[in-house]
């Protein structure tokens, strides 16, 4: 018979053996991802803060990476330094919102907009380029510098902390309004019918639909606000139906009446007081909103090129926008991180070996009014795309895939799927969808025909786009907790191959058939 003792004893060497052959197993579990292309994970950065109302995402180590046979030259774009470069841009955007601005991000014309332009111009120098910054002047702009609302009722005060103004709403009064609160659903005609509306705040629903801008395809902006002002609303408040309060800023709408956005917290807030209302006391909105056009402010647009082996050779193009609304991981702190990474990659190359230019063109404005920096690119059309054999649109480059989990938005360890398009010969194609394919990017099956940045040029020269961005986008839960490394890795390496490929070919086998090259 064995003593305790001894049992003890063999209990212990027994737990030891099996901590051992675990050790072991995953050594070679390692030693065979390695070797079967699987990168090594090291410690990535992290965004030191995150708001409160984003999902709880994956770290970095938990995506898988990896780099096919035959591509390990572009191991040299690193996603973990990609990943630095996000996080450096969010901290902009935050020091702007810590030194009070309630509207806030890398807004263009303010500080952290001229911070920006400065910081990647010196990330582009770093990185092995020729810089240079065009300042501009800017129309007036519009600037909502605060904003307070509050629903109340007998017994019953509540601040609506979410609240929002969408892009050029009209503003309040300076003593604000003191109006009656309605809710119309999703503000379709038939939410209309019979409801009296004039001189009261409309609350509407709006639920994101899947695929790129997806509140551009909710009720709220497909007529749903301009129903509410052709009605005589007072002002309109959208609810953003994504689980939480989150903060969202929309814009492209005509709002002609104050409009604001609320979390989804907030809006049920509004509907409870709502069904709980006494007759003859119904709820009311309490709302002020200071907004102001401002004068003589400047922008920049700051272009860093890697010469090519001879002068006056043909270029690729590559356009990220600048500017974001809140921290903007995605939108586009994401796709300014891919085309300083990819200087970096072709200034590393022997310029003797170097057959075409690259330049990287970091616009401002793409989200305000104006369209500043697609305007930009039309108006030097003529500059930018002279002797271009390729143009590239580095926008939203990385996202983890975000859904609906019961009463939760959910986070996946996937990188969410790619809108895209390719203008330009089959092979063209080809070339994209294969380097797409080789490095792990998912995409929708058909090209969506949205073009981001550079849509009013793309069809001048061939061109590639490709854009993620799903509920959170223009979101204050858009940070860099949320942009795989291993994502923006990818996205480099498919558009670092894509250049490769085509720097082989002459551009008549680049642009569509029928066309003659530029």
């Known amino acids: 018979?064995?003593?305790?003792?001894?049992?003890?004893?063999?209990?212990?060497?027994?737990?030891?053996?099996?901590?051992?052959?675990?050790?072991?197993?995953?050594?070679?579990?390692?030693?065979?991802?390695?070797?079967?292309?699987?990168?090594?994970?090291?410690?990535?950065?992290?965004?030191?803060?995150?708001?409160?109302?984003?999902?709880?995402?994956?770290?970095?180590?938990?995506?898988?990476?990896?780099?096919?046979?035959?591509?390990?030259?572009?191991?040299?774009?690193?996603?973990?330094?990609?990943?630095?470069?996000?996080?450096?841009?969010?901290?902009?955007?935050?020091?702007?919102?810590?030194?009070?601005?309630?509207?806030?991000?890398?807004?263009?014309?303010?500080?952290?907009?001229?911070?920006?332009?400065?910081?990647?111009a010196e990330q582009l120098r770093h990185a092995g380029a020729e810089v240079r910054l065009d300042e501009l002047d800017l129309p007036p702009q519009w600037v909502p510098r605060s904003w307070e609302a509050s629903v109340s009722r007998p017994g019953e005060g509540v601040t609506l902390a979410s609240a929002?103004?969408?892009?050029?709403?009209?503003?309040?009064?300076?003593?604000?309004?003191?109006?009656?609160?309605?809710?119309?659903?999703?503000?379709?005609?038939?939410?209309?019918?019979?409801?009296?509306?004039?001189?009261?705040?409309?609350?509407?629903?709006?639920?994101?639909?899947?695929?790129?801008?997806?509140?551009?395809?909710?009720?709220?902006?497909?007529?749903?606000?301009?129903?509410?002002?052709?009605?005589?609303?007072?002002?309109?408040?959208?609810?953003?139906?994504?689980?939480?309060?989150i903060q969202t800023l929309i814009y492209r709408v005509n709002a002609t009446v104050p409009t604001l956005t609320l979390g989804s917290d907030d809006g049920a807030t509004l509907q409870r007081m709502l069904s709980e209302a006494d007759a003859g006391q119904p709820p009311r909105l309490r709302l002020r909103l200071d907004v102001q056009e401002v004068e003589g402010l400047t922008t920049s647009v700051v272009s860093g090129v890697v010469p090519a082996a001879t002068e006056g050779a043909e270029r690729v193009v590559i356009v990220a926008h600048r500017d974001a609304?809140?921290?903007?991981?995605?939108?586009?702190?994401?796709?300014v991180a891919t085309a300083i990474e990819l200087a970096r990659y072709f200034a590393q190359v022997p310029r003797d070996q170097r057959r075409r230019a690259v330049e990287i063109i970091g616009t401002p404005g793409h989200h305000n009014r104006a369209g500043t920096g697609p305007a930009w690119l039309v108006e030097h059309q003529d500059t930018v795309l002279r002797k271009a054999a390729l143009l590239l649109n580095a926008e939203h480059s990385a996202h983890a895939l975000v859904d609906h989990w019961g009463a939760a938005l959910q986070a996946t360890n996937s990188l969410g799927p790619f809108d895209w398009s390719v203008n330009g010969s089959p092979k063209l194609l080809e070339i994209a969808n294969r380097s797409f394919d080789e490095f792990g990017i998912p995409r929708w099956a058909q090209m969506n025909g949205l073009r981001g940045e550079v849509g009013l040029i793309e069809d001048l020269v061939p061109s590639i786009n490709l854009m993620h961005a799903g509920v959170l986008l223009h979101s204050n839960a858009e940070t860099a907790d949320a942009i795989p490394a291993s994502g923006l890795a990818a996205t480099a390496r498919a558009y670092a191959k894509i250049i490769d490929e085509t720097n082989r070919l002459d551009v008549s086998a680049l642009v569509p058939m029928g066309t003659d090259p530029r």
């Open 1 to 120: 018979m064995v003593s305790l003792p001894d049992q003890r004893v063999r209990a212990r060497v027994y737990i030891m053996r099996i901590a051992i052959k675990r050790s072991t197993l995953c050594a070679l579990v390692l030693t065979c991802l390695v070797q079967s292309g699987v990168e090594p994970r090291p410690a990535a950065a992290q965004s030191p803060e995150s708001s409160s109302s984003a999902p709880a995402f994956p770290s970095d180590e938990s995506y898988l990476r990896l780099l096919s046979p035959g591509h390990e030259a572009y191991r040299a774009l690193d996603g973990d330094r990609m990943k630095q470069l996000v996080v450096e841009q969010t901290a902009i955007a935050r020091r702007y919102r810590d030194a009070g601005h309630q509207y806030w991000g890398r807004i263009i014309g303010t500080d952290a907009d001229h911070e920006t332009a400065t910081w990647m």
């Open 325 to 335: 609304f809140f921290e903007g991981a995605s939108d586009n702190a994401s796709g």
């Open 164 to 245: 929002m103004p969408t892009y050029a709403s009209a503003g309040t009064p300076s003593d604000g309004i003191d109006v009656e609160l309605i809710d119309v659903g999703l503000g379709m005609e038939t939410d209309f019918r019979g409801r009296q509306v004039r001189g009261k705040a409309v609350v509407i629903h709006a639920i994101p639909r899947p695929g790129i801008i997806s509140l551009m395809r909710s009720a709220a902006v497909r007529g749903a606000i301009e129903r509410s002002g052709d009605n005589g609303a007072a002002a309109i408040l959208i609810v953003i139906e994504l689980p939480g309060n």
